[in-house]
């Protein structure tokens, strides 16, 4: 079951596309929810009541509260939900990198072009279910890719830091960690000797160091080894543009 939210003040054009989520759906075959919301304010609150979307389709240009504003507020909820923007954006861009939208759509939407989108944003979550498996003390484990803030390496154990502020540790090389996710369908940057993070958390970064969040207002920030420095900014430039093969 997918649960996918329509957020726009248009009551009618919020009709229109919670309809054309749902006629997608059916050809796709695919179980959804839908909710419409005609302010930003109401779905924010309903997040933090513990609601939760995969999918959100959401305008920018709202009276009460501005799509931007309502993603900040959303992020801070969930770091994992889609969003898909329905509006013009051009203003916005400089706005983006700490919401990280998945697409955009204009007004009037394009049918083809809502279609690819949708169907390109159920791929990816689909994805993002991916899990990373290990071994501890004889046991096999895994953990979902989208619930890891970040690997930490001390000496042959690795540490994954979670989301939920809860770790887990296996001994390894995260040299071999980097090298598997790699090939997943998450970005992660390697910033430290001793650092593997997940992309999807990063809220901010400095010239020597990046901060994460992991929701609820905590955050963690770690230092970026000076040989490492120019890479992972030429990376985070490229992902927030679109230019690298994972966003």
Same mark, same amino acid.
């Given at each position: 079951?997918?649960?996918? %939210?329509?957020?726009?003040?248009?009551?009618?054009?919020?009709?229109?596309?919670?309809?054309?989520?749902?006629?997608?759906?059916?050809?796709?075959?695919?179980?959804?929810?839908?909710?419409?919301?005609?302010?930003?304010?109401?779905?924010?609150?309903?997040?933090?009541? =513990?609601?939760?979307?995969?999918?959100?389709?959401?305008?920018?240009?709202?009276?009460?509260?501005?799509?931007?504003?309502?993603?900040?507020?959303?992020?801070?909820?969930?770091?994992?939900?889609?969003?898909?923007?329905? *509006?013009?954006?051009?203003?916005?861009?400089?706005?983006?990198?700490?919401?990280?939208?998945?697409? !955009?759509? *204009?007004?009037?939407?394009?049918?083809?072009? +809502?279609?690819?989108?949708?169907?390109? %944003?159920?791929?990816?979550?689909?994805?993002?279910? %991916? +899990? !990373?498996? !290990?071994? +501890?003390?004889?046991?096999?484990?895994?953990?979902?890719?989208?619930?890891?803030?970040?690997?930490?390496?001390?000496?042959?154990?690795?540490?994954?830091?979670?989301?939920?502020?809860?770790?887990?540790?296996?001994?390894?090389?995260? @040299?071999?960690?980097?090298?598997?996710?790699?090939? *997943?369908?998450?970005? !992660?940057?390697?910033?430290?000797?001793?650092?593997?993070? @997940?992309?999807?958390?990063?809220?901010?970064?400095?010239?020597?160091?990046?901060?994460?969040?992991?929701?609820? =207002?905590?955050?963690?920030?770690?230092?970026?080894?000076?040989?490492?420095?120019?890479?992972?900014?030429?990376?985070?430039? =490229?992902? %927030?543009?679109?230019?690298?093969?994972?966003?």
């Amino acid at each position: 079951m997918l649960r996918i %939210a329509v957020c726009d003040d248009d009551r009618q054009f919020a009709a229109k596309l919670e309809n054309m989520v749902r006629q997608q759906a059916g050809k796709m075959q695919l179980n959804i929810e839908t909710e419409s919301y005609s302010d930003g304010d109401a779905l924010v609150a309903d997040i933090r009541k =513990g609601y939760r979307y995969e999918l959100i389709f959401l305008d920018i240009e709202m009276e009460k509260v501005n799509g931007i504003s309502a993603a900040r507020s959303i992020r801070e909820l969930d770091r994992s939900v889609l969003l898909i923007y329905v *509006s013009g954006y051009e203003q916005y861009l400089k706005e983006l990198f700490e919401v990280e939208p998945f697409r !955009f759509l *204009s007004k009037p939407v394009d049918d083809s072009k +809502f279609q690819r989108y949708f169907q390109e %944003a159920c791929n990816r979550i689909v994805e993002d279910n %991916a +899990f !990373f498996q !290990f071994t +501890f003390n004889k046991n096999i484990c895994r953990v979902e890719l989208r619930n890891i803030v970040y690997f930490e390496s001390h000496g042959r154990v690795i540490h994954i830091i979670l989301k939920d502020r809860t770790e887990e540790c296996f001994y390894g090389k995260l @040299n071999d960690v980097e090298k598997e996710m790699e090939e *997943s369908s998450h970005c !992660f940057l390697r910033i430290h000797q001793s650092y593997l993070v @997940n992309y999807s958390y990063i809220k901010r970064m400095s010239f020597s160091d990046i901060t994460l969040t992991t929701g609820q =207002g905590r955050e963690i920030t770690l230092r970026i080894s000076e040989d490492r420095e120019k890479k992972v900014r030429r990376q985070l430039c =490229g992902i %927030a543009s679109g230019k690298a093969g994972k966003s």
